[in-house]
Structure formats: C-alpha cells, structure tokens
C-alpha cells in the first residue's frame, strides 16, 4: 500500500507584477481534479499545500503540464513534503537568534540540485558579507545585509524568508 503524504508545491513567477496570473482558486480546483486531497492554497502566491500517494517526480510534471493547459503558460513546480520542510528547519547552519539587526536568512528551494559550476559561481560571490549553505537542492542565505545588494541571489529558486 502507498502511503498518503502531505506536499507542498510551490509554483515559480506567478502573480508577479500581473504576469501569470492564477486564481488560488482556479488553482485550487484543478489541484483536486488531478486526485489530489485537502487542497488548499496559501494567498496569491502560488503555493499548495495537499496530500497524496504518488511519487513527487510525478506530481511536479502533472501540475506543470496541467498548468500549461488549464493557464495557458509554463512554470516551474518545486515540491517539498512536509517531512521534507521539518529537515530544513531542523538542519538550518545558521542560528536564528544571533541575527543582528538588518540581517537576515533566506532559504531558496531549487527544483535540482545544482551544476557545480553555479555552485563555483556562489562561492565566487562570497565576500564575507553574505554566507551561504547549499544542502542537496535547498539554499540556505545568511545575508548580512538586503538581499535587493546580494550577489548571492543568483541560482535561480523560490526564496522564502
């Protein structure tokens, strides 16, 4: 028997500045025509917390392609269980009470892992201003100062902070 999992997918550049515009709705219901259980969204941001038994490989490419039918546009789907978030608060490098003031740790969730070369690139940028961990396919950022002047935000994930 498959085990029934919570997920959480998170849709990259929709809602942004009117482009790609998704009713959570809309987004919503075709999330449970796919099968998928207790659906729900969280504001405008494209993000979908639901339970299933399929594999995650498998869920990424069914979202993505039935966005591009029902929307009419391609995005990228980044999926996480929840187990999966637990490990990332749970194995977080950075202690988040010894932020100063101004600093603060973003977290980017890349759909890969990424090429080596990009990670050569992250550790070319880094000045000692800003410090990063990269653990498989989840970016952590200590930034020491706004992320708008960090040369770090380079890889290309969805960032929560």
Known sequence: MTTIKTYIALLREINIGGHNKIKMDELRQMCESLGYESVT????????IFQSNKNAEEIGRQIEKEIEVVFGFIVTVVLRTLDDFQQIINN????????KEGESLHVSFLSEAPPSEKVQQLENYDGGVNVFYLNDKDLFLYLRQS???SKLAVMGGTFFN
Do not use: E, L
């Open 41 to 48: 969204t969280y504001i405008q941001s494209g993000s979908i």
């Open 92 to 99: 977080c490098p950075y202690d988040p009470n010894g932020f």
């Open 147 to 149: 992320i708008r002047h």
